[in-house]
């Protein structure tokens, strides 16, 4: 489903013309973009258009970090006396986020539903979400492990996204997508066209999800005893994932005395700490109830919470997770097994 329009206009401009654009945003606004750094891409800051790259298939990591950063604090919290004061730490500024994949765009209406559509909001998810304009880029062909349209997504959906861009000849073509996205545009300097998007190449296989229904019937399966052998409780799929969205907080204490923080980090249900309580108890001891939790999170449980949808699932179908795992744990297969068992 393709997120409504605020218009039917549709600009070509030419590689130097998005440049500048982005040069000239960049100067009122954070500019954040796919940047190599080490070897590895990811969505990183940039300082102009020139640090970003153009071609790629998509950052090792999702845009979800900006949204909900791998660490962050919370609060700050000083100690005088018995007299405490907790400073609240909300994210400032408005930023641009360009270059954004589609998987990436789900994975944040995904996060959405979560942090914003159900109460209480998420004010350290909701500040950056609001400040944000999302700029996507449509992919030209899926990847070697991407499947999201398996998973309702497409290499070109502009869902998600303010202002959407694809790669045509020539240049780019340029959607607003909603009014965030158009008060970005120069209107005037740009020539409208008539000229349509051509479809992505869609060539990688479609797996077919399970039906919700299904799932509780397989939940003591032998499967996920035999597939949770190779698992390593890295967590590697839930930190590359652009849905996972588990997290820990804890106080620290600062170097200075009487100061304490409070920050949030990610967390995994495949970890084998994951919601340890008092006394050294752990609701999933062993592998195999970890991994499927993983699963059923992802095909049922976060959809039924928060209703996404039978046809709706938090896998947005970007492979990362399967690139990430060191011992190919792929997610595909489980729904291929998944298939078979229904």
Known sequence: MSAPQTNNKTWLISQATLENWLDSLAKARSLIAPREVDGVLLYRPVENSRQMQWDFTRPVLSAKEFFFPSTERLLKIEKTGQQVTLLETLPEGQTIL???????????????????????????????????????????????????????????????????????????????????????????????????????????????????DSLPIHFNADYWKHMSERCLSCRACAYVCP????????????????????????????????????????????????????????????????????????????????DACPVNIDITEVLTELGRLA
């Open 98 to 212: 360009i270059g954004v994949r589609p998987c990436d765009a789900r994975g944040l209406q995904s996060l959405d539903a979560l942090f914003l559509s159900h109460a209480p909001t998420d004010p350290y998810y909701a500040h950056p979400r609001e400040n944000t304009a999302i700029i996507g880029l449509a992919c030209r062909e899926m990847g070697s492990t991407c499947f999201c349209t398996s998973v309702g997504g497409a290499p070109d959906d502009p869902e998600g996204m303010d202002v959407m861009l694809y790669e045509t000849e020539g240049g780019y073509l340029v959607r607003a997508m909603t009014e965030k996205g158009l008060a970005l545009i120069p209107e005037t300097e740009w020539p409208i066209t008539d000229k349509v998007p051509e479809p992505a190449k869609m060539d990688a296989p479609l797996y077919t999800l399970p039906q919700q």
């Open 243 to 322: 849905t996972c969205r588990c997290f820990i907080i804890r106080d620290e204490a600062l170097t200075t005395p009487g100061q304490f923080e409070r920050i949030r980090c990610w967390d995994a249900c495949t970890g084998e700490n994951y919601r340890r309580v008092a006394g050294g108890h752990r609701p999933r001891a062993s592998q195999g109830e970890r991994l499927r939790n993983r699963f059923y999170c992802k095909f049922y449980y976060y959809s039924k919470q928060y209703g996404l949808g039978e046809e709706t699932s938090a896998c947005t179908g970007c492979g990362r997770c399967v």
